[in-house]
């Protein structure tokens, strides 16, 4: 089994689209029709969150942690 991302960039993406990759992978795998495109979505709005939220915390300067300072 491949893994799409590494686990600290997994828990980035938001709960709700980790389901949906999930299940979509799992519609994909199983021949359902129209699977493919919408993992594939699904993939590309998993990524593009992850960047994002690295790009915001480039911006802020922020190191994430919860005891700054």
Request: overall charge positive; glycine content about 8%.
């Amino acid at each position: 089994m491949a893994l799409l991302m590494c686990v600290d960039h997994w828990r980035m993406v938001p709960a709700a689209l980790r389901r949906e990759v999930v299940a979509s992978n799992m519609a994909r795998v199983a021949g359902e029709p129209g699977a493919t495109a919408l993992h594939r979505d699904a993939v590309t709005r998993a990524v593009a969150a992850v960047k994002e939220k690295q790009e915001r915390k480039a911006q802020t300067g922020s190191s994430g942690s919860l005891f700054n300072g």
